[in-house]
T-cell receptor, first 117, second 114 residues
């Protein structure tokens, strides 16, 4: 078990460009979350997948943002027409199947730091 | 609307001392309360979590104390070490909710001086 992985770790882009991030959850974790973290703040929820179904999206997720989890395994987060305000750390977390207490534990990846110039 | 309030914003503790970080929540639907540790440039790592059916949970040097009536919970780090220097986040979520998304506090930057 190698934990949650994210790629790339760092991305610098110019305003107006599109970017895509990838998250590979812990194997057999069917639940996947995206969060955004700005400097000096705690992570903020963006969206949630259970298997391949996107079950919740935050109001923070404007129409420039789209997330997918096509086969219920890895997930991608795309930001179109990036703005300077999109600069942040984008974190992915996964959670195991089941109903017991341990099934509510979310495990985070290392994040993708986006800088929009 | 900030649903989880965390204090202090920063904390300096001597090696071997006790670090105490406090959080308060408003939403009575919350009933799962984890603490995360985050080092610079890394993702948050789960430290310890509690549900309100118990008032205290201990794992190694880390203890959560929970006061359901006051809607407050705290993290105690015993025998604090320089390697504990990091940012700590409390969080909350509805245990039986559909998504169990985490609502985080604003973080506490802990510095343990040798």
């Amino acid at each position: 078990d190698t934990g949650v992985s994210q790629d790339p770790r760092h991305k610098i882009t110019k305003r107006g460009q599109n970017v895509t991030f990838r998250c590979d959850p812990i194997s057999e974790h069917n639940r996947l979350y995206w969060y955004r973290q700005t400097l000096g703040q705690g992570p903020e929820f963006l969206t949630y997948f259970q298997n391949e179904a996107q079950l919740e999206k935050s109001r923070l997720l404007s129409d420039r943002f789209s997330a997918e989890r096509p086969k219920g395994s890895f997930s991608t987060l795309e930001i179109q027409r990036t703005e300077q305000g999109d600069s942040a750390m984008y974190l992915c977390a996964s959670r195991p199947k089941g109903q017991g207490a341990s099934s509510y534990e979310q495990y985070f990846g290392p994040g993708t730091r986006l800088t929009v110039t | 609307q900030q649903q989880v309030k965390q204090s202090p914003q920063s904390l300096i503790v001597q090696k071997g001392g006790i670090s105490i970080i406090n959080c308060a929540y408003e939403n009575t639907a919350f009933d799962y309360f984890p603490w995360y540790q985050q080092f610079p440039g890394k993702g948050p790592a789960l430290l310890i979590a509690i549900r309100p059916d118990v008032s205290e949970k201990k794992e190694g040097r880390f203890t959560i104390s929970f006061n359901k009536s006051a809607k407050q919970f705290s993290l105690h780090i015993m025998d604090s070490q320089p390697g504990d220097s990091a940012t700590y986040f409390c969080a909350a979520s509805p245990f039986g909710g559909a998504t169990n998304k985490l609502i985080f506090g604003t973080g506490t930057l802990l510095a343990v001086q040798p």
